[in-house]
């Protein structure tokens, strides 16, 4: 395969095809001179010949000439291509370092949603309403997907706590007051004990007190009947 299939560049190209160029015009100009030198042997050439030659020489020196400046710009061509060459390197190896960040990150977080998918969520113990009973008791929720799904029975659940806790409270203050009255009866109920006591003691002493008023009655009355037994004696 010849190299100029190769070989797409116009300046390359132009190179190639004048180092050809120049290539044969040596190769001419060498037969040439070696023909004419056989031919004329030891004697010296004609002028005719000589100048045949030197208009070859020039004729192969200019295109040695256009040679090496074509050489010289494929020369600068090829340092600017690898420079280009480099720097695009570069930008390839800092995107593919880039890329591959991208791959670490995509797997951490997918690590990091695989783990969030299978942690045991503090939601997912809730004892909420099942989620039949609360799509029939609010049908308008029946299109949302399964988060928004979640999160309104997650509200509704919120609501109805706080609903018993309120009634909780309420329920609350009734016994903490239920208590107090109770104890504020038993109070006067103790008082009205004590009351009580007193009042029969006051009974039971005025009963003993008018027992011995009788008593001392009677002695009184007794008293003229032992004067006769005294003096009868």
């Known amino acids: 395969m010849a190299v100029e299939t190769h070989i797409s560049d116009p300046a390359l190209a132009a190179v190639l095809e004048t180092s050809k160029a120049a290539r ?4 001419a100009l060498v037969d040439l001179v070696a023909q004419e030198t056989t031919a004329a042997g030891n004697a010296p050439l004609d002028l005719d010949i000589l100048a045949s030659i030197s208009k070859q020489q020039k004729l192969l020196n200019t295109n040695l000439a256009h040679l090496r400046g074509l050489h010289r710009s494929a020369h600068f061509r ?3 291509t690898k420079g280009q060459t480099a720097e695009a390197r570069h930008e390839v ?5 880039q890329l ?5 990150e995509q797997r ?5 949603i695989l783990s969030c998918e299978s942690f045991d969520h503090t939601y997912q113990l809730l004892p909420l309403t099942p989620a039949e009973e609360f799509l029939a008791a609010y049908p308008e929720y029946a299109e949302d997907d399964e988060s928004a799904l979640m999160v309104a029975r997650i509200e509704h659940e919120r609501m109805e ?3 018993l806790e309120q009634q909780r409270l309420e329920l609350q203050k009734r016994k903490q007051k239920l208590i107090a009255d109770n104890k504020k009866r038993q109070d006067d109920l ?5 009351d009580l006591e007193k009042f029969i003691d006051v009974r039971i002493f005025c009963k003993k007190r008018r027992s011995y008023q009788q008593l001392l009655t009677q002695i009184q009355a007794a008293k003229p009947i032992q004067k006769i037994f005294e003096k009868v004696a």
Do not use: C, I, P, T
């Open 93 to 97: 190896d800092v995107l593919h370092l």
């Open 100 to 104: 591959q960040n991208l791959y670490y």
């Open 78 to 80: 090829a340092r600017e």
């Open 24 to 27: 044969e015009q040596a190769l």
């Open 190 to 194: 103790a008082n009205l004990d004590k």
């Open 108 to 112: 951490h977080l997918e690590g990091e």
């Open 161 to 163: 706590r706080e609903a």
